[in-house]
T-cell receptor, first 114, second 112 residues
Framework: DQQVKQNSPSLSVQEGRISILNCDYT??????FLWYKKYPAEGPTFLIS?????DKNEDGRFTVFLNKSAKHLSLHIVPSQPGDSAVYFC?????????????FGTGTRLKVLA | NAGVTQTPKFQVLKTGQSMTLQCAQD?????MYWYRQDPGMGLRLIYY???????DKGEVPNGYNVSRLNKREFSLRLESAAPSQTSVYFC???????????FGPGTRLTVT
């Protein structure tokens, strides 16, 4: 059973526009969420995170929104740039239980068109 | 500062052969992880080690063993490789103070 789902395998956006990547989860005990970006032939790199006590976290062009009641989070990239083209993974964890495990989604491939 | 390093980068095995994937980190992190990435499956946790001397199973541990050799090193062993273990393997490390994990560049393994 997939606890973290990214239902859009791919997304194409024009340069300068907003990219919105979505992630849904089923485990209400998840209390910490992260987004990673992955380029081909490289390991994932951390992008931004959010704790369940917040509903929004911003870092430059990247904003993550968390809707706990809907068990949904989204990553907004504004403005999108060609260098943002990559696979984006969301991940979730039950930090409050002392576990150090993260469950990853299946990823969304973002293509930013110049 | 090397971060997380993995060896080898590529490996081809025949069914039934064994091999060990090596991982080392120089960030003094307590926790280390092994993931596999398959098309359409995302990153799945194989094993993790919350601290030196401890290891625990993740989502897909069957067919694998791990050793936390010391704080820096965490190895993944395939005792009898199977074609279903063809994948890209990533090692990661993290600490409770730094919520994010840092990943190595990956090992691409093909089992024929």
């Amino acid at each position: 059973d997939q606890q973290v789902k990214q239902n859009s395998p791919s997304l194409s956006v024009q340069e300068g526009r907003i990219s919105i990547l979505n992630c849904d989860y089923t485990n209400s005990m998840f209390d910490y969420f992260l987004w990673y970006k992955k380029y081909p032939a490289e390991g994932p790199t951390f992008l931004i995170s959010i704790s369940s006590i917040k509903d929004k976290n911003e870092d430059g062009r990247f904003t993550v929104f968390l809707n706990k009641s809907a068990k949904h989070l989204s990553l907004h990239i504004v403005p999108s740039q060609p260098g943002d083209s990559a696979v984006y993974f969301c991940a979730a964890s039950e930090r409050g239980s002392g576990t150090y495990k993260y469950i990853f989604g299946t990823g969304t491939r973002l293509k930013v068109l110049a | 500062n090397a971060g997380v390093t993995q060896t080898p980068k590529f490996q081809v095995l025949k069914t039934g052969q064994s091999m060990t994937l090596q991982c080392a980190q120089d960030m003094n992190h307590n926790s280390m992880y092994w993931y596999r990435q398959d098309p359409g499956m995302g990153l799945r946790l194989i094993y993790y080690s919350a601290s030196e001397g401890t290891t625990d199973k993740g989502e897909v541990p069957n067919g694998y063993n791990v050793s936390r050799l010391n704080k820096r090193e965490f190895s993944l062993r395939l005792e009898s490789a199977a074609p279903s273990q063809t994948s890209v393997y990533f090692c990661a490390s993290g600490s409770p103070a730094a919520y994010e994990q840092y990943f190595g560049p990956g090992t691409r393994l093909t089992v024929t």
